[in-house]
């Protein structure tokens, strides 16, 4: 006599996709949390070319899939922040002691800060600040600023138009 188990295969889809919108949306908040910081993969490859049902077996699948890249997420965010607290305690050591970080440069970048700018350790004075040992940290003033480029493009397309005009 075999011993027979019904499996109530609406109860196993609703459990995996409850698990499996849990994991979109973890993912998604990782995505979110590392945007502009590091690239974070979250494709999950189709299960099938058309749309359809998935079974239990292809909702399994990409559960496990999904899985991965949340573990992969989470792995490529901690490393990233690992390095950007690296960067933060290199920048504080800096400011304390330039001289000890001759031509270091650390960017907003590295810090995992948005924007453009950067601490760059140099001689005060040029040569002769490098050979009196006159070091100090300098702040880079950042973006340059769209208008002011745009008027520096403006000018120059006047003064072309002025010379066509003239010849």
């Not at 196993?12 to 849990?22: F, P, Y």
């Not at 990233?80 to 960067?87: G, L, P, Y």
Request: proline share 3%; charged share 30%.
């Amino acid at each position: 006599m075999a011993l027979r188990v019904d499996v109530d295969e609406r109860l196993a889809r609703v459990e995996l996709r409850r698990q499996v919108g849990h994991l979109e949306r973890e993912l998604a908040g990782l995505i979110a949390e590392g945007f502009g910081r590091v690239e974070i993969e979250y494709r999950v490859a189709a299960v099938a070319a058309e749309p359809r049902v998935l079974d239990l077996g292809e909702l399994e699948r990409l559960r496990d899939d999904l899985a991965e890249r949340v573990v992969e997420a989470r792995l490529t965010l901690r490393k990233r922040n690992r390095v950007e607290s690296a960067n933060r305690e290199l920048l504080r050591q800096m400011l304390a002691s330039p001289a000890d970080f001759k031509w270091v440069q650390v960017s907003r970048d590295d810090l995992g800060l948005h924007g453009c700018g950067h601490w760059h350790s140099r001689p005060r004075l040029g040569p002769l600040g490098m050979l009196m040992g006159w070091w100090r940290v300098k702040v880079s003033s950042g973006c340059p600023l769209a208008g002011r480029l745009a008027a520096v493009e403006q000018e120059a397309q006047g003064q072309a138009n002025e010379t066509s005009g003239a010849g």
